[in-house]
């Protein structure tokens, strides 16, 4: 790892006016005042079908996957959709295995137009664990989003500072030696 830990903010979400994208920006800020480079990433900029593992790699699966890997760590951003996180992430981390997640330290973010989006979290959680990566336990959920930004701008302070906290504790736990592999990555062979 260099000495400004490089950290991508992937936000699973499709929206041009994606209140998911405002809030990695503003942990990917974190990021930068922590003296990380945050890289975000756009899934809008990538063709990204579904997975067929009988095709396997497909359209820009390739480039983005090489994003992800050459990080340090990384920020998974979702909306909440149906209790879970988007089909949008899920796409996009079906072309992703243990050689872009083991041992690497993820955040985590979900946002939702209700309340608490902590399943969407635990979600995502499960599916970092199953690849080995070690997952950073301050977490963000941002419930009612319609009324937590103004122009932009997360609007609730101790909300603000979630988000910053994340960006920082990335930078922080970036080269975190984690535990030995998880049960759930133990038993997925289909990553391998």
Not at 73 to 95: E, F, I, N, R
Not at 178 to 186: I, L, N, Q, V, Y
Request: aromatic letters at 8%.
């Amino acid at each position: 790892m260099s000495d400004s830990p490089r950290v991508v903010g992937v936000a699973g979400s499709l929206r041009e006016t994606s209140y998911t994208r405002l809030a990695v920006g503003r942990a990917l800020d974190g990021v930068r005042r922590a003296g990380g480079t945050p890289e975000p990433i756009d899934l809008r900029e990538y063709d990204l079908p579904t997975y067929d593992a009988d095709r396997g790699s497909a359209g820009d699966a390739d480039a983005f996957t090489a994003r992800f890997r050459a990080a340090d760590a990384v920020l998974l951003g979702t909306p909440m959709y149906h209790g879970s996180y988007s089909s949008t992430l899920k796409t996009a981390l079906d072309y992703c295995g243990f050689e872009e997640f083991e041992d690497k330290t993820v955040g985590l973010l979900a946002v939702a137009g209700g309340g608490f989006p902590v399943t969407a979290l635990e979600h995502l959680r499960s599916v970092c664990r199953a690849l080995n990566a070690w997952v950073i336990p301050h977490q963000v959920a941002v419930p009612r989003a319609h009324a937590q930004f103004e122009d932009g701008d997360l609007v609730d302070e101790a909300l603000d500072d979630r988000a910053l906290t994340l960006g920082r504790r990335a930078v922080q736990y970036a080269d975190i030696e984690p535990d030995p592999d998880s049960f759930e990555g133990e038993q997925n062979v289909g990553a391998r």
